[in-house]
């Protein structure tokens, strides 16, 4: 069992950078391939970022590809997602979650309530 709460989220400028931060619980939690995910008002869950259990390998989204960094420090059981040059379309809450490496929501077992990304252009 993996709980996640996820933080870091608040109104930035268009431009601007933020990090977002995952806090796990459970003992299993260094076994999970991470990723993260977001939804946009009236729009579908996306994928954005996902990480293997060591942090080796990464996937990201097209559209965040080369500003977005997924990030993991299992000795604290945290997952990290640096998010730079920020764009309005970038507005959404992000969740974490756990269980699987894709781009599928439905692969991951485990998420967090989200927090809220507001980019103002």
């Known amino acids: 069992q993996v709980q996640l709460v996820e933080s870091g989220g608040g109104l930035v400028q268009a431009g601007d950078s933020q990090r977002l931060s995952c806090a796990a619980s459970?003992?299993?939690?260094?076994?999970?391939?991470m990723g993260w995910f977001r939804q946009a008002p009236g729009k579908e869950r996306q994928f954005v970022a996902a990480i293997t259990w060591n942090g080796d390998n990464t996937y990201y989204a097209n559209s965040v590809k080369g500003r977005f960094i997924i990030s993991r420090d299992n000795a604290k059981k945290m997952v990290y997602l640096q998010m730079n040059s920020l764009k309005s379309e970038d507005t959404a809450v992000y969740y974490c979650?756990?269980?699987?490496?894709?781009?599928?929501?439905?692969?991951?077992?485990?998420w967090g309530h989200g927090t809220q990304v507001t980019v103002s252009s």
């Open positions: 459970g003992r299993t939690f260094s076994r999970y391939p």
């Open positions: 979650a756990a269980g699987a490496f894709g781009k599928m929501s439905r692969d991951y077992e485990y």
